[in-house]
């Protein structure tokens, strides 16, 4: 009555923690940004925020190229350059009508071109750049200036000499196009490439994150629809695509064919295997139900216990299924051939699950004292897991399986034949030392890969079209940042101003190729640069005399511009995504291209209060180094707790030939691994943890064991079950799935031998 009890009270705590779970997780912050596993203590929730506000800017953005038609298809280059223009005029209709988008880009009326021409020629103080000014103050300035009076060919007006006799607004359109390698024809914004074929390019923007999988997969089925559209309409055109929408859903649509493919697969592999061992579907339900009471337990402490949770740790924390869900295996199996009741069953099994339960959970407990959050949240969640799912096993499992069929277990000869042939001792001396020699080869010749854009292959077609867009509008996928903030929009310009200064050096130095930044000055700034002029134009016009040149110019009337006026004009929508405003402070992004020294750029950062560094890729590479390194040192101290523990049990000779064919496991398969040309990252290392798990439980069951043919049977059920479960991914296009699937299918396959070899621990009456 009192384990039936027991079960009940189990029962009704999972729904209660199911309940509650849900309640707290609706009401806490959920990450699930790769970076926010990076340690905090020096970035606030503020800035955090600020960086994925840009972030999400830069994963919405999306570019087209129209264009690339052969010339000597047609009798010249007017009639194809006529058709390329119709062809992007289509297609932008079409675009318009994909109501994902927002601010498409690619015309320039005549009367923008004007407006913008305007306000340039009007704000000539606010982007007056130090390199105009270095001109405008050589000594030889106003004969540049009567060279271009007299020249025939300068276009120079008197009204432009009387109202800009320094010639400023030239000086500004020169300024403002020498770095862009789009021109103007017809309105369209349009680059040859080197061929000489004509492009026309248009910009756009996505209403909602790029990253969702909904958005992604619908604006690319729309946009792929719109590009077949034109192209066969105009089959002498092409259309590029560019943007992490396309990536985006790519992945997605790869994991989900994928999932489909092998998740179809593996249910049905595993229902047939439990009904062919167990002639019962009881077993499959009562995995599955020891697997949710430890998930759901879990969940509810660490939402208790945890302000935050992040779905990428718990993710990984995921992986201790395959350890929990052999406990129902081994148990289900003892259970078919036993004479006496489910009870006695399970307090023989007892001893055997609680040492492999206290193994793992000694293992966790060590590494719940990391300093890391994200490290400790998983190793929380982890012990809650396997805690509960055990308790789930020992309390619930043997109600439900005291009337499961007795019969003999299927291939009981084939299996006791298994352990005599491969307990020969020149057999086994010389699997040993084959696991030996491939360990020690992997080990000297151990090399890490913590680049994450390396575990995931893209499609050679997308990555294509980005590079051809990127030679055409002059621009690098190789793109860093630097974020400044400021309390007001006028002291993030003069920070502005001062990176400017740093990055032009440099730029001459050699230590970045280019970077864009905001070209408009401060407000102070704004002022001296029209004290310059008039200053300045005072002076040419003394030199102009002393030539025999009287002119009489109107001075520089410089009204100042606003960041809030210039961002609401024409030519600061160039640089609108560029800009935030917060409720109580501004931010700029600066785009680097190219860093070549980000050592140097860290410093420039850091010599601006309010300015930081983003190196994207960089970031990512430290957060899979940093837990690549921490799940290093997981694997050892995982080792020393099954040494521990293990002496304990059965002496200290017998826990360290346990401990040496846990090791003999890890180097098997990083021996292989490094065979399928793979190297060492987060996700290998990942699996070689859950391996460590599911090893010890294989070694306690077969040692502690005295009906061997039985145990091997259900370590074999348990190898099968994992295999179809994690070895199907072996298969998986995903590198780091693969990678995590090869260290376990190969480890815990090596596990299973070194099993058989296992020495016997004193087994007593009541041993299972």
């Known amino acids: 009555m009192s384990r039936k009890l027991s079960a009940l009270l189990l029962c009704i705590f999972m729904v209660i923690a199911a309940a509650v779970s849900f309640y707290r997780l609706k009401a806490m912050t959920i990450e699930s940004s790769v970076l926010s596993l990076l340690p905090q203590s020096t970035e606030n929730n503020e800035q955090r925020k600020l960086q994925g506000e840009f972030i999400q800017r830069l994963n919405s953005q999306v570019i087209f190229a129209v264009g690339g038609a052969d010339t000597e298809a047609y009798k010249d280059s007017s009639t194809v350059n006529a058709r390329t223009d119709k062809a992007a005029d289509r297609f932008i209709e079409e675009l318009s009508q994909i109501s994902y988008l927002k601010n498409i880009t690619a015309k320039l009326s005549d009367e923008d071109k004007l407006q913008s021409a305007a306000f340039v020629y009007k704000y000539k103080a606010a982007f007056l750049s130090p390199d105009i000014k270095k001109e405008l103050e050589s000594d030889n300035y106003s004969i540049k200036l009567l060279s271009k009076l007299y020249s025939g060919f300068s276009g120079v007006s008197s009204a432009e000499i009387k109202n800009d006799l320094l010639l400023v607004g030239r000086a500004l359109a020169s300024d403002f196009s020498k770095d862009n390698s789009l021109k103007i024809e017809n309105g369209h914004l349009t680059a040859y490439d080197a061929q000489g074929h004509k492009w026309v390019l248009v910009f756009a923007t996505l209403n909602d994150d790029s990253m969702s999988t909904k958005v992604a997969s619908d604006f690319t089925a729309k946009a792929n629809k719109a590009i077949e559209k034109i192209e066969k309409e105009y089959p002498e055109v092409s259309i590029l695509k560019k943007g992490a929408v396309f990536y985006s859903d790519y992945a997605a649509s790869t994991s989900q064919k994928e999932i489909t493919l092998l998740g179809s697969v593996t249910t049905i592999g595993i229902f047939c295997l439990i009904f062919f061992v167990y002639r019962s579907f009881v077993p499959v339900f009562l995995t599955i139900g020891s697997i949710l009471c430890g998930i759901i337990s879990a969940l509810l402490f660490t939402t208790l216990i945890y302000d935050e949770i992040n779905l990428i740790i718990i993710g990984m924390c995921l992986s201790v299924i395959g350890i929990v869900c052999d406990y129902t295996i081994y148990f289900t199996t003892l259970r078919i051939g036993a004479k006496e009741s489910a009870v006695e069953t399970i307090r023989k099994l007892t001893k055997p699950l609680?040492?492999?339960?206290?193994?793992?959970l000694c293992a966790y407990l060590i590494i719940l004292l990391s300093p890391v959050k994200a490290v400790s949240q998983m190793a929380f969640f982890c012990m809650c897991t396997i805690t509960f799912a055990c308790l789930?096993?020992?309390?619930?499992?043997?109600?439900?399986?005291?009337?499961?069929k007795r019969q003999k277990l299927p291939f009981e000869d084939f299996f006791k034949g298994y352990l005599t042939f491969i307990r020969q001792p020149k057999l086994r001396t010389g699997i040993i030392a084959f696991l030996c020699m491939a360990s020690i080869f992997a080990l000297f010749n151990l090399k890490t890969n913590d680049d994450p854009m390396s575990f995931q292959k893209m499609p050679e077609n997308l990555k294509t079209q980005e590079l051809s867009i990127n030679r055409?509008?002059?621009?690098?996928?190789?793109?860093?940042?630097?974020?400044i903030s400021a309390g007001d929009d006028n002291t993030l310009l003069e920070k502005n101003e001062s990176i400017r200064e740093h990055l032009s050096k440099a730029?001459?130095?050699?230590?970045?190729?280019e970077f864009i930044s905001l070209k408009l000055n401060s407000e102070k700034t704004q002022a001296d640069n029209c004290s310059f002029l008039n200053s300045r134009k005072s002076q040419i016009e003394t030199e102009l005399k002393a030539r025999g040149l009287e002119i009489k110019a109107e001075n520089y009337q410089c009204d100042l511009l606003s960041a809030e006026e210039y961002f609401s004009s024409k030519p600061g929508e160039l640089y609108k995504n560029l800009y935030y405003r917060g409720d109580n402070y501004s931010s700029l992004m600066v785009v680097l291209e190219n860093v070549t020294d980000a050592k140097a750029i860290q410093d420039i950062a850091a010599s601006v209060d309010g300015c930081s560094y983003i190196d994207h890729r960089g970031s990512l590479i430290a957060v899979f180094k940093m837990y690549r390194e921490i799940f290093m040192k997981v694997i050892l101290i995982f080792m020393l707790c099954i040494l521990a523990?293990?002496?304990?049990r059965v002496g200290f000779t017998k826990a360290l030939v346990g401990t040496c064919f846990s090791a003999l496991s890890i180097g098997t398969a990083l021996f292989v691994l490094l065979l399928s040309g793979?190297?060492?990252?987060?996700?290998?290392?990942?699996g070689l943890i859950v391996l460590l798990g599911i090893g010890i439980n294989y070694n306690i069951f077969m040692s502690s064991s005295k009906l061997e043919v039985t145990s091997i049977i259900a370590i074999f059920t348990a190898l099968a079950t994992t295999l179809m479960t994690i070895g199907i991914l072996v298969f998986s296009s995903v590198d780091a799935i693969k990678c995590f699937a090869i260290c376990l299918v190969t480890g815990i396959i090596c596990a299973f031998i070194l099993s058989a070899f296992m020495p016997k621990s004193k087994i007593t009456k009541d041993a299972v």
Request: charged share 25%; aromatic share 12%; glycine share 2%.
């Open 507 to 513: 730029q001459r130095e050699g230590k970045l190729k």
């Open 645 to 648: 523990v293990s002496t304990i």
């Open 678 to 686: 793979f190297e060492v990252n987060l996700f290998s290392e990942l």
């Open 472 to 483: 055409l509008i002059k621009t690098s996928e190789n793109l860093n940042y630097l974020l």
């Open 354 to 360: 609680s040492f492999a339960v206290i193994t793992d």
């Open 392 to 404: 789930f096993v020992i309390l619930v499992e043997p109600l439900f399986l005291e009337r499961l």
